[in-house]
């Protein structure tokens, strides 16, 4: 009779802490760290995406939850951008082209989120960074999967710099 309790207690804690483990979702995200961003693109050019995110941002944590976790958006990411998640306000120093980035006491945020989003801090900010390292190109807010799309597809598709986005735009046919 103990050995049967014991079963069943041990049977009861696998199944109730198995309920507060979160389901591993097959269209997870990959994130790379920027450090590993630049190195691959030295090798191979393709856009970066920075997810810029703070850890108290509620709406960064709805995009992680419902945008990322699209099994076509995280898989497109992966094959045609090197994705970064960054934290705006990371105290660590930065190193980003020339320049060191370090955290501004007066903004609350590191200084290279700042140079991100021209002074606009917004979170979340979605951040691409073309193939011909021109200037970054900010979208501020939280982007649902149909949202991003046309937008990750005309810089995967290298479209940026050859047509206009708003004519891209107009004849684009979704898909996810």
């Known amino acids: 009779m103990r050995r049967f309790k014991l079963a069943l207690l041990f049977l009861a804690v696998c199944l109730i802490s198995t309920a507060f483990v979160p389901a591993r979702k097959t269209g997870s995200m990959k994130w790379m760290s920027l450090e590993e961003a630049k190195a691959a693109f030295a090798k191979e050019k393709k856009p970066i995406l920075i997810d810029l995110y703070t850890d108290w941002c509620g709406w960064c944590k709805v995009m992680d939850k419902k945008t ?5 958006l995280a898989e497109y990411l992966q094959k045609n951008f090197y994705p970064v998640k960054l934290n705006a306000e990371t105290r660590d120093a930065i190193q980003w082209g ?7 006491a007066g903004y609350k945020t590191n200084e290279f989120a700042v140079f991100l989003t021209y002074g606009q801090l917004s979170f979340p900010t979605t951040v691409i960074i073309p193939t011909d390292s021109t200037g970054p190109l900010p979208l501020a807010g939280y982007l649902e999967p149909r949202d991003l799309e046309p937008v990750l597809r005309y810089f995967g598709e290298g479209r940026y710099g050859k047509q206009r986005f708003d004519d891209f735009k107009n004849s684009f046919k979704p898909s996810w």
């Open 68 to 72: 990322y976790t699209n099994a076509a």
């Open 98 to 104: 020339n320049k060191t980035y370090h955290f501004n």
